[in-house]
């Protein structure tokens, strides 16, 4: 199976369920994807998205969840469905969203996206919103772009056998 995160108006398709950072010379995970969304109809239950998620908010404060569930107290709530996990400040404003993106709506992105999604079948395709802090890099990714620190990604497809990995110098796969 192969993952497509999509990051702003980015793709990084990697057959790692995990996305890492490097922090003082060590790998970190961000994100480990532990399920992802099946309808599968009766009589069998449906499954939900569950994330482990690792990071800070603007303040420094740390954000972590196991299995979709906080770990540390924080001020922040954590909003749960099917095939999404949101991570809201105390203004309602969103920290980080990560979305599992159903196949009618995947292959209604961009057709540079939607091409590498069809090469790449079979795909589970997540989204990421937010704006956060990795170690020492600011993660901001909207609908637009996707900044690392102060680097700018827009409208790139990339592919690789590696996990999806900030670092300093920008994005790896």
Avoid: W
């Avoid at 749960?80 to 400040?89: I, K, P, Q, W």
């Amino acid at each position: 199976m192969k993952y497509a995160y999509i990051i702003g108006s980015n793709a990084f398709v990697v057959h790692s369920k995990v996305i890492t950072y490097a922090n003082q010379g060590e790998d970190k995970e961000f994100l480990r994807i532990n399920a992802i969304y099946h309808d599968q109809g009766e009589p069998a239950p449906e499954t939900h998205l569950d994330c482990d998620i690792n990071i800070k908010d603007l303040n420094g404060t740390p954000v972590t969840l196991l299995a979709s569930k906080a770990v540390n107290d924080g001020p922040y709530t954590i909003k749960t469905a099917r095939d999404s996990v949101e991570v809201l400040r105390t203004d309602g404003s969103t920290l980080i969203h990560i979305h599992q993106m159903d196949d009618d709506t995947a292959m209604s992105l961009e057709h540079n996206i939607t091409a590498e999604l069809e090469v790449s079948m079979p795909v589970v395709v997540i989204r990421i919103f937010g704006d956060f802090i990795l170690g020492d890099l600011r993660i901001s990714a909207q609908s637009e772009k996707l900044f690392v620190n102060d680097n700018g990604y827009g409208n790139s497809v990339q592919a690789g056998l590696n996990q999806l990995r900030f670092t300093e110098e920008g994005v790896e796969v």
